[in-house]
C-alpha cells in the first residue's frame, strides 16, 4: 500500500482518523500522520519532513503558501475550533462563563494541563489568558505542560490530583476519553481558529492528497466535523 503523509495540527487528528478507514480501502494509500503543536508540525515540514498533506492553522498555511511550501490554490478551511476548558469525567464542571469566574475555576485548580506554551495553538493563547488575567505568577508551579493538546487532554484524564483542569482546542477534548467539555474560554478570553489543509509543495501522492482535502472540507462531511468540534 502506497503512503500518504500529513503533517498535521493535533487538532485535526480526530477528524483525519475517522476518516482513515474509508480514504485508505478508496484510494489504496494508508495514512501516515504526524499530529502535534502547530508550530512544532510547521518546523518538521520546514526542516525537510516527508510531506503530502499539511493541517494547520490558515495564519500558517497562508504563510508557507506565500514561501512557496505549499501547491498554490490547493488551500481549503476545515473550520474553526474553539479553546476550551475541560475536567476529568465526573468531576464538577466549574463555572468559566467569565473572566472572572474562569479566574476562580484556575487559581481553585491543584493541576493545570495545557499543550506547548510556546509552540501549540491553544498553549499559546492560554499562557496569555493567564496573563491577561493576573494570576499566571500564581498558578505558574501548577502548570503541566505538554508537547501537544492530546498529550495534555491524556495527562489531565490520567490525573491523580484532587482538583485538575485542562484547556486545550475542542476537538482534542472530545477525542481524548475520560474527559469532560466544560465550556469554551469566555468573552475577553476566547479563541476560534480556523484550521486549513492545502497540499505540500514537494507532495508524491497529490491525487490522493486531493481526494483526503476533499473528504476532510465536502459539504457531506458538515455533520461529522460538527460532531468532532469543527464549527
Known amino acids: 500500500m502506497s503512503v500518504l503523509h500529513v503533517l498535521s495540527g493535533g487538532a485535526a487528528q480526530g477528524l483525519v482518523e475517522s476518516l482513515r478507514t474509508t480514504f485508505e480501502s478508496e484510494t489504496g494509500h494508508r495514512i501516515d500522520g504526524t ?27 497562508t504563510g508557507l503558501e506565500r514561501d512557496g511550501h505549499v501547491v498554490s490554490g490547493s488551500a481549503k478551511d476545515i473550520g474553526e475550533v474553539q479553546t476550551a476548558i475541560a475536567v476529568r469525567h465526573g468531576d464538577p464542571a466549574p463555572p468559566v462563563g467569565s473572566a472572572d469566574a474562569l479566574r476562580s475555576a484556575l487559581l481553585a485548580a491543584d493541576a493545570i494541563h495545557l499543550p506547548d506554551p510556546t509552540q501549540a495553538t491553544a498553549g499559546i493563547h492560554f499562557a496569555k489568558v493567564m496573563r491577561d488575567l493576573g494570576i499566571a505568577d500564581q498558578v505558574a508551579a501548577r502548570l503541566q505542560p505538554a508537547p501537544n493538546g492530546a498529550t495534555a487532554m491524556r495527562a489531565l ?15 482534542e477534548i472530545l477525542a481524548t476519553a475520560g474527559l469532560d467539555l466544560v465550556a469554551p474560554l469566555p468573552p475577553g478570553c476566547a479563541l476560534s481558529t480556523t484550521y486549513t489543509v492545502a497540499i505540500a509543495r514537494r507532495a508524491v501522492a497529490r491525487d490522493a492528497a486531493a481526494r483526503l482535502v476533499a ?11 460538527q460532531a468532532l468540534g469543527f464549527v
Not at 519532513?49 to 494547520?56: E, K
Not at 484524564?157 to 476537538?171: E, M
Not at 473528504?215 to 466535523?225: N, P
Request: aromatic fraction near 2%; glycine fraction near 10%.
Open 35 to 61: 499530529f502535534g503543536a502547530v508550530g512544532a508540525i510547521r518546523d518538521k515540514l520546514l526542516a525537510g519532513a516527508p510531506a503530502d498533506l499539511l493541517i494547520l492553522t490558515a495564519a500558517v498555511i
Open 157 to 171: 484524564a490520567a490525573s491523580k490530583s484532587a482538583r485538575p483542569i485542562g484547556c486545550t482546542q475542542v476537538t
Open 215 to 225: 473528504m476532510l472540507t465536502d459539504e457531506s462531511g458538515r455533520a461529522r466535523r
